[in-house]
């Protein structure tokens, strides 16, 4: 089944994307972090394993060509088209208290809660959220192991093509952050697209 629609500033999304199908994310005014997790749709408990995908991959970016990998060594989607090449793995996502400690500000719509939300219908909750991808999000690391969540380098319709390597729950939050730049302090909408 296809399906073709516009997820709002700050809104989530969530469904089983079939082995062989493409999932297209479209940051359509540019620099807006896409935060994503993804999980074996018949194996829940196998899930999206950061590190195995940095080091498989042999970089903390990814890009074209690169596998998103599970902690049981399965490829869940492989990036087939990206327009961008700098899409983060370690800044994680934005939740209530993390923003409260660094910025001191308390009820902000946040990453966490929108996964929470996404979520729930799969019976899934916070003991599954893991370290997630942010898709058009730039988080360079420096020598010195200084990061910092920095300016996005997409620009609008920039989008990333991911082909199911197994039928794959895929989860999104459009992060609604504001307290730093990774929806350039304006979270704007996307367009997500299954097709194939
Ligand atoms: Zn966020």
Known sequence: MSEDLVIPAGGHWSR?????QTLRIVDLEGRQAVDFLCYNAARLEERYNAADTMKIAGSIFLGQGVSLYSGLGNKLFTIVEDTVGYHDTIGG???????????????????????????????????????????????????????????GRSKPDDHVDLRAEMDALAVISNCPQVHNPASGFRPTPIRVAVFG
């Open 93 to 151: 996502c934005c939740s209530e208290e993390s923003n409260f400690v660094r910025y001191g500000v308390r009820g902000t719509p946040n990453c966490r809660d929108n996964f929470l939300k996404a979520l729930a219908p799969h019976k899934l909750g916070l003991r599954d959220i893991v370290a997630n991808v942010n898709w058009f999000m730039y988080v360079p690391v420096e020598g010195s192991g200084a990061m910092a969540i920095a300016e």
């Open 16 to 20: 089983v994307v079939r082995a062989g």
